[in-house]
């Protein structure tokens, strides 16, 4: 039987995570007055509006309007529940939830099917594992890692796995262990021909099991070992668990190395992965059998500033390095490309050279991505001829123009120079009205943005925010950090708010208060019983206003809330008198009513800010 989790025990819990440090594990935070702003992890964006408050202990998004303490950001960033959001919480301070508050949770956020798929990964990944370190079964998977260079503990390190060459094997031990079979069709564990007999999906191949960002695994990736077996690599399906556009191979392990690091190895394969591992590279991640996405790329700006592409050296690996090196530049970020000696896939060239060649003459040789992409872009021109030479050099001068640094554009400049016996004035000359135009243009998209981004604002105020409003707002923030102001504002008026869900907010805070509480928003929140009126006090507590609130002030707020109160009250009588006069046909009184009905709505909307 699962047990209410204490209010106490859950504030022990919270206050023993800071919400800068916790948010600050998935994304860079800057410090800006009080508050910390980053790039909210919950919708796109270019422009930080995503505001942590360390004295509040909350966070709300000016763009998307999120916002909520340290659990609810939790259960945000992770699709969980709030049962799992505190028990995560706990486990990070070292002292695990109870298993009364644990089991049997009532308030699932994934579907029972989804839960026991994910329990399905569980014990398939263990059952793997468990063949290919000490199973006959197994013996032949191991005996492949082996020969790739795997040592036992990348083994044991990234749970690697066996899946015998037998059509039933995973399925019977399944079926054993209480699993209906055509649950874990969807998700890729098993396949099926009609519908009815099922069999297993990755037989004779060596697995390796892939993690969401939260550990869990939710997807296998499984190389044949033997010939005949196609195809040789061979993904899970895309399903609600496992999207490849979303997730990276070892994410969830490397995170806390490349969030320090501030820089993320990004490989094309599984291998890759495990072969930098041994290398002492542990800030290193891997795409899964696919093109980097605009998901993946804004994920890796959360938490780095530059990426190094480690691809294939062959020709194939260099023309999706291009590629993910331009994806990751939209997004904003550093990029530097590693070239893989000898058309060698990194994995081998760590076997065959070693990890400190590998550091020193592939990783610590990376390249800037204009760099890379000027020799890159030589194999689309004929250089041997002239008007082959001049298209490559008005490509190369358009790259070389985006570089806002002189010293590494002077770089670039006398390659181009002395390779091409050109004009050094030439060249600096064209540089100098490329930039001209680039500039302008920027400035021109800047501007427009700008214009939108008022507009939009403008809007916004102009919609929301009436003088009565507003003073709600700014009142209710005073309360929130102020019980001593709440008191007096429920002396003066009480709940007699304007807007329904600030009259609904107050009665809860004038209640909380009154149990002896201190001012907490974040605490506050977890006593709210409604998503919206957490949201509102998310908002109304990051709200700029001045750490005391004059009595002048207070008077004012107060006088504007009750004024709209006395016009609103005014409005409601008069219509009752209008609805009287028409029933009477009395057309004139109906018309005079309805004029000063008319007038007391105007006098109301110039409130507006």
């Known amino acids: 039987m699962q047990h209410k989790i204490p209010d106490e025990l859950i504030d022990q819990i919270v206050s023993k995570n800071d919400i800068v440090d916790v948010i600050g594990e998935h994304i860079q935070l800057t410090r800006k007055g009080r508050n910390y702003f980053g790039l909210c992890p919950f919708h796109g964006e270019n422009t930080p ?190 399903s609600k668990l496992f999207q490849k556009g979303k997730l990276l191979y070892n994410f969830y392990e490397a995170r806390k190395h490349f969030q320090k690091q501030k820089e993320v190895v990004l490989f094309e394969g599984y291998a890759d992965v495990i072969k930098a591992y041994q290398a002492n590279v542990y800030h290193a991640v891997a795409t899964l059998g696919t093109s980097l996405t605009k998901y993946q790329s804004n994920l890796l700006k959360r938490y780095v500033d530059r990426v190094v592409i480690c691809f294939d050296g062959d020709q194939a690996g260099k023309d999706a390095s291009y590629k993910t090196a331009e994806q990751l530049k939209e997004v904003g970020l550093d990029v530097l490309v590693a070239n893989v000696p000898y058309q060698m896939d990194p994995d081998d060239f760590i076997d065959t050279y070693g990890p400190e060649k590998f550091q020193n003459q592939v990783l610590g040789s990376a390249e800037s991505y204009i760099a890379f992409a000027l020799n890159y872009l030589k194999k689309d021109y004929n250089l041997q001829a002239k008007h082959d030479q001049l298209a490559y050099i008005e490509k190369a001068l358009d790259l070389v123009a985006t570089v806002d640094h002189a010293v590494e554009r002077d770089v670039y400049l006398k390659e181009l120079e002395e390779t091409f016996d050109l004009y050094r004035e030439t060249l600096e000359n064209e540089i100098i009205e490329r930039r001209r135009i680039n500039n302008h243009q920027n400035e021109q998209d800047n501007r427009v943005k700008y214009d939108e981004n008022r507009e939009k604002h403008t809007r916004k105020r102009e919609k929301i925010y009436p003088a009565y409003q507003n003073a709600e707002r700014h009142l209710i923030a005073h309360m929130l950090q102020n019980d001593y102001i709440a008191t007096q504002v429920q002396d003066r008026i009480g709940s007699k708010f304007n807007m329904q869900e600030h009259q609904v907010l107050v009665t809860y805070l004038y209640a909380y208060y009154e149990e002896g509480n201190e001012p907490n928003a974040s605490r506050l929140m977890e006593k709210l019983p409604d998503e919206s009126l957490k949201q509102l006090v998310a908002e109304l507590a990051v709200l700029s206003i001045n750490e005391s609130l004059e009595r002048e002030e207070l008077d004012d707020y107060l006088f504007a809330i009750l004024k709209e109160a006395d016009i609103d009250q005014e409005i409601r009588s008069l219509e009752k008198m209008l609805k009287n006069a028409e029933k009477e046909s009395d057309p004139k009184s109906a018309a005079r009513i309805g004029m000063k009905i008319l007038e007391l709505r105007k006098k109301s909307n110039k409130s507006k800010l």
């Open 49 to 238: 509006s995503f505001s942590v408050s360390p004295d509040k202990q909350i966070f709300h998004c000016f763009g998307c309007g999120k916002g909520g303490n340290v659990i609810k950001f939790t259960m945000e960033l992770d699709s969980i529940s709030f049962i799992e959001a505190v028990q995560n919480l706990a486990d990070k301070t070292g002292e695990p939830l109870p298993e009364q508050y644990v089991q049997g949770s009532n308030e699932p956020f994934l579907s029972d099917a989804l839960k026991t798929a994910l329990e399905g990964y569980e014990w398939s990944t263990k059952l793997f594992h468990h063949v290919l370190k000490y199973t006959s079964d197994g013996k032949e998977g191991h005996n492949y890692l082996q020969k790739r260079g795997f040592e036992q503990s990348d083994i044991e390190q990234f749970q690697l796995g066996y899946s015998p060459n037998k059509d039933q094997f995973l399925s019977t031990f399944l079926q054993n262990k209480g699993f209906k079979l055509e649950n874990l069709l969807e998700v890729g564990l098993l396949s099926s021909r009609d519908g009815n007999t099922f069999f297993d999906r990755f037989k004779g191949r060596v697995i390796f099991p892939i993690q969401n960002h939260q550990g869990k695994v939710v997807g296998f990736g499984g190389r044949a070992i033997e010939d005949g077996i196609e195809p040789k690599y061979l993904n899970s399906p895309d």
